[in-house]
């Protein structure tokens, strides 16, 4: 008798006609078989080597270079289930609509059935999806970012307890686009892009928007956080999830080295971009990794800015849209080195300055977990690490400071349901407009927002041990529009200020936001920052507040009725502390 699996792949292979149907079994001989279709397709180049052994170089197609926010659809059974902050197509509609794009969409191409696990191979938190695609660079990519191939097949055996994801590159065209989830049914359809987040079903689609639904149901959380262990002297290591939007810093942060190592402080990295949660025996949130590899943000990668990151990418990496030198070694804006002469663009074109940047803003890479130097032996513990603080962040020019604590739990709610944070090149559309980002979740969240923050509200009325909750903001500008703070490294300075908060220490100053370091509070010796610059950079303005308490209350009036009371109160709260602290 034919397995769920089976009927599935039968099923999508009647609809997307392939010539072929591959069941993929996750070996480095398939791996070095699917790079070679890259090669063969024309978009894909392997590079040096010597110095980047095993690496390869993908060109996505020009207009498929970032998330499509405006093309991804909840397809839940009403509207009101998605919410208003998603786009909504109702199921049938979005089946006939994307079934109709997906109908021998393979047709003259092979059909590649990878089954993957998310989460360490051994966790009870794990769970199988099965990614349908007619895109080797998908396969490869799959191979890097999950367990995938046998070891999955394994897990799932003859059982139905897998999300199914179908994907094809369709003809690339914008116009034929959509990823659209269905919710109730735990299905991924994706067709027309071969872009990161659009094409890998796993990232986002499953492990954030499909998974955030599981949680709710079940009672636990799926986030997009990264999460790291900070070892303090004595080697004691607490760990901590922090969720900024795409681009806002996440890997880097994750990845950090930090500039107190000498001080006995360094950072361990278990992921750097989605946490799955639950609550553990022990009374802690314990979170694990579903993925296995970091797809992050190439420009601004330097030696100055993350040697981990640069140290980590020198053997078995797949690049994506950077740009390449002439000895064909990637290259980027922010790599340390100025443009070499006889610079291939992110095109595949000869670069000079006029070309704009030579590597797409949001050009990747592709790599193993555990090729960076900072992996923490944790990182696979089936357990999940315990977690003692959630910090939210974002890119804010003005208004939040480089960090602040909330109250307790339901402020730390309200933090983050009133996040924002200017929009990057990670997914298409304007660079650097403000938007309001709850958690960092706006793109991500399978079902209505509002439903969401009760669901946050909930699970802190169930865990024993609650973490701490943080905001931070490494983008705050001078007049001059310079980074007020100088960033990667440096920020260990405010996680160990975090930590001393979350073991009853550190100096702290009461603000109508909530806590911020008092002025002697954060760690600063080797840092060359002036007096006036900290001040800014802990300030809370109450102009900027009010217009921000605005936003947010035209942001919440989106949700009517569903918007939970704890929510409101906590709006109502803040505006009382402000009155109180507004200068007469
Ligand atoms: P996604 O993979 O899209 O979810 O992004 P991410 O949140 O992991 O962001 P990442 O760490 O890749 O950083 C995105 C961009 O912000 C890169 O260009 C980084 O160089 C830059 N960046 C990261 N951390 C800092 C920081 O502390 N200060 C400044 N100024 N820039 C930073
Ligand atoms: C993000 O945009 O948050 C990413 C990259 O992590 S993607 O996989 O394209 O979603
Ligand atoms: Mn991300």
Redesign the pocket.
Known sequence: MASPLENWVDETARLTKPDRVVYCDGSEAEYQRMVGEMLRGGDSVTLNEKTYPNCHLHRSSPNDVARTEHLTFICSATKDAAGPTNNWMDPEGAKNRVGELLDGAMRGRTMYVVPYILGPASSPLSKVGVEATDSPYVVASMRIMSRMGKVATERLGSSSDFVPGLHSLGDLDPLRRYIVHFPEEKLIWSVGSGYGGNALLGKKCFALRIASVMAREQGWMAEHMLILGLESPGGKVTYMGAA??????????AMMVSTLESQGYRVWTVG??IAWMKIAEDGYLHAINPEAGF???A???GMK?NPNVMGALTKNTLFTNTAMTASREPWWE?IGDPPPAGLINWKGEPWDSSKGPAAHPNARYTVPANQSPSISPQWEASEGVPISAFIFGGRRARTAPLVYESFDWQHGVFVGATMASETTA?ATGDVGVTRRDPMAMLPFCGYNMADYFSHWLAMGKKIPKPPKIFHVN??RRDADGK?LWP??GE?VRVLKWILERVEGRGAAQETPIGYVPAINGLTLDGLKISDEALRELLRVNPEDWEAEMDDTKDFFTKFGDRLPDAIRQEHEKLARRFQRAVPA
Request: proline letters at 7%; a negative charge; charged letters at 10%.
């Open positions: 900024f939007p795409s681009a806002c810093g996440k890997t880097n942060l750097d971009d797809f992050g943000v420009p601004g990668t800015t922010g990670a490494w983008f980074f960033g990667y920020n």
